[in-house]
């Protein structure tokens, strides 16, 4: 949406004599195609979230905007082209940069785990956007890493006409992304495909990957960033992948505390045990449902278990919530009035872990 939407989501906290501790910034905040810690000119314009940040701390309340995993491949933008140079990016097999599919489109994916240019290359990336807003925390997400696409590498096909013109579509300036959203999703891409006897991309044992609701038959490689993807110390992704959004909290917890002084705030979603001393973490996609509800305790204990403190979920739920508006819609939503009583049950279990209110 736009800044009018999330100024008006603040206001109604306090007409309803709610209390509002902080207010998060999905990826609407970003700048044309998603473009991680820019502001959008016509969406979000830097000069009025500054102003409206400090309205924020004013009243005692904080920010946290999201930062995802993908950097968005644009010429001009600067996060993706001091990357290049600085070799930032993780490597597909055959040692060229590795390209995915995420909300920007094609995307690469800076190498938290074992690049030495990362650290000076996210506190230029950070220091940019604190200049313009002073944000409280980081929201870092898709940090799996994601990715819309399955393939040793992937590139835009120049011939594919539909397909470019999603690649290129640019974000509508009233905010509503419903159709652009929900088409990113789906890969649109031409991709390297992995041959049967590829070890990594295939190994020689099968475990019950999530391939859709009723399948889980899919490839290890399976939207993710490929197994068979270089680290710039020779490690492959296959045996890093658990780590990357661990080594991404890590990395920015270091770069806050030198841009600060202060001890940040950071919520990931994806972690590893231990990672609680840099983040905390929230169990990610769950769906609008009693059986999710039942799951998020499990979950979230398990994660204490794990060394990692402050857990929460999405209360209420994320997918198959009855929004206005909401893309994916499907016939599984809940009718409106049991998911309030999920709703109010779900708040009732959040007093107990922190949580995270879907759609604030």
Known sequence: KTLSVLEEV?????????PLEVIYSDIDYMNNRFKNAEFDEF???ASSM??????????????????????????????????????????????????GQVWPGAAVYPDYLHS????SWLQQKLQRFYSQAQFDGLWL???????????????????????????????????????????????????????????????PYAIHNFANVTSRD???????????ALHSNGAREYDTHNLYGTAMARSHFEAVVSLTGKRPFLLSRSTFPGAGRWAAHW??????????????IAGILNSNL???????????GFIDATQEGDPWTNPTQLPDAEYEELCNRWAMLGIMHMPRVTGC
Not at 10 to 18: E, F, I, K, P, R
Not at 165 to 176: A, E, F, H, T, Y
Not at 306 to 316: E, L, S, T
């Open 43 to 45: 969406r979000y314009p």
């Open 116 to 119: 030495y240019s990362v650290s």
């Open 10 to 18: 603040v206001a109604n906290y306090s007409a309803a004599g709610l």
């Open 141 to 203: 997400d898709m940090n799996e890493a994601s990715n819309f696409c399955t393939g040793m590498n992937c590139g835009p096909n120049e011939s594919n006409v539909s397909a470019m013109q999603w690649l290129n579509m640019p974000v509508p300036r009233d905010g509503d992304m419903t159709d652009l959203m929900k088409m990113l999703t789906t890969c649109v891409m031409s991709c390297e495909t992995a041959e049967t006897d590829n070890t990594l991309a295939h190994p």
């Open 306 to 316: 794990w060394g990692i403190p402050m857990v929460g979920a999405d209360i209420c």
């Open 218 to 228: 899919a490839p290890l490689s399976q939207n993710i960033i490929s197994p068979t």
């Open 50 to 99: 500054q102003a409206f940040v400090d309205k924020l701390h004013m009243a005692g309340q904080r920010w946290v905007p999201i930062i995802d995993a993908g950097v968005a491949i644009a010429p001009g933008y600067a996060a993706y082209e001091e990357g290049t140079r600085d070799k930032v990016f993780i490597r597909d097999h055959g040692g060229n940069t590795y390209v």
């Open 283 to 296: 169990t990610g996609d769950n769906a609008a449902n009693w059986e999710n509800l039942f799951y998020s």
